[in-house]
């Protein structure tokens, strides 16, 4: 079967659904399959993560350029015109914004969460309602969707009404880089970015959901404590950051706490695996995740890791995390002196976190999605 993938997505500007293109046909590709995959792809776009390129060394890939932007009205012609010239036999759309009508062949989509829905005083009126009409459409163009945890499958099948039948979850996996880095790499990493020799790292974008205001008021409560402590302990925050939503760098400057919090924007992927095994610990305030893949990345490093007990969390973590109420500063602030104060703590959860960790595998990811694909191609 000829199998069209839309990774027009693997751009600077989707870091997340990119690092999903991008892992799931490598580990397609690596399956033993006679199926060719297509890989739809626009090299004008700002790509600094995922080499799409380096996929032609699998025999069964085959980059097609469309150099047509995600969000174009002419992707809804074009895209199918392509398909049509490549005789896809199926197509997966990896997001909400596809293609909705002119299809040569059976498509299956990617739907990730609906914070929008969830969040609505985060987002603009005019946006939740065009999410919603969106996504309405990508439900009703797809013979199939997929989605990446049961907590999105529940919340996205009541929210729209959709047969459990109609959707699979393909867990994440943490990316085979990521594991406990070497003393050289760590002090490499630190002296890089200017670190501290003792950190908590946090790594979320500053959007609303992520919850960082709450994060840097329970660290402001804890700061008396850390102040007994020698050498200091540093709140690391890396993640993209959107000028849109300045709550966090403005909660630090309140509290007075610019000595004891660094913002880190700019880590390159590369540094992404030293960073998380520099830190004593990780924290994700995070309320809402349609997966939640930084605690799995840092529980695979080795770190011992603090998160929500909401969403899709706990189904990620398990028991492997401390999960608090990240609605409650006091249970973040809480929650965070338990694991800076209790070294067996952190010895456990880094053991059975790693081995947590291990349970998810993109191999795992692909042969369910390719299922998917075939069950959808033979209908």
């Known amino acids: 079967m000829r199998i069209a993938i839309d990774a027009r997505y693997v751009n600077d500007h989707f870091p997340g659904i990119g690092r999903y293109i991008y892992n799931l046909l490598q580990a397609l590709a690596t399956l033993d399959s006679a199926h060719t995959f297509v890989v739809l792809h626009n090299p004008d776009l700002p790509n600094t993560r995922y080499p799409v390129e380096s996929l032609t060394r699998y025999p069964s890939i085959r980059l097609v350029k469309t150099r047509i932007a995600p969000f174009s009205l002419a992707a809804q012609v074009r895209i199918p015109q392509v398909l049509r010239n490549i005789q896809a036999q199926l197509f997966h759309a990896p997001y909400y914004v596809r293609p909705y009508a002119g299809l040569p062949c059976p498509s299956v989509v990617t739907l990730y969460d609906i914070i929008p829905r969830r969040f609505p005083s985060n987002v603009p009126v005019h946006s939740q309602l065009l999410f919603d009409r969106l996504m309405r459409l990508a439900i009703g163009a797809s013979q199939h969707i997929l989605v990446l945890s049961e907590s999105a499958r529940s919340d996205i099948a009541t929210t729209y009404g959709i047969p459990p039948q109609d959707m699979t979850v393909t867990p994440l996996a943490a990316d085979s880089r990521f594991g ?19 950190y908590v790292l946090s790594l979320a974008s500053n959007k609303p959901h992520k919850n960082l205001p709450r994060l840097v008021e329970a660290w402001g409560q804890i700061l008396q404590y850390l102040s007994t402590v020698q050498p200091p302990v540093h709140l690391v925050i890396a993640g993209h950051w959107d000028e849109r939503y300045p709550a966090a760098r403005e909660r630090v400057k309140h509290l ?3 000595q004891t919090v660094r913002f880190l924007p700019n880590v390159i992927e590369e540094d992404m695996a030293a960073l998380y ?10 309320l809402y995740e349609g997966f939640g893949l930084p605690p799995l990345e840092a529980m695979a490093c080795g770190v011992p890791a603090l998160c929500g007990n909401t969403s899709s969390l706990p189904e990620v973590v398990g028991h492997a995390a401390l999960r608090v109420d990240t609605q409650q500063v006091e249970a973040i602030a809480q929650g965070l002196t338990r694991l800076l104060t209790d070294d067996s703590l952190r010895e456990r959860l880094k053991v059975v976190g790693q081995a947590r960790a291990a349970r998810f595998s993109w191999r795992q990811t692909a042969e369910t999605t390719l299922s998917v694909y075939e069950r959808v191609g033979k209908a």
């Open 277 to 286: 095994s520099g830190a004593m610990a990780f924290v994700f305030p995070s």
């Open 256 to 258: 007075g706490l610019e």
């Open 180 to 198: 406990m880095s070497s003393a050289t790499q760590i002090a490499a990493m630190r002296q890089k970015y200017q670190l501290p020799p003792r």
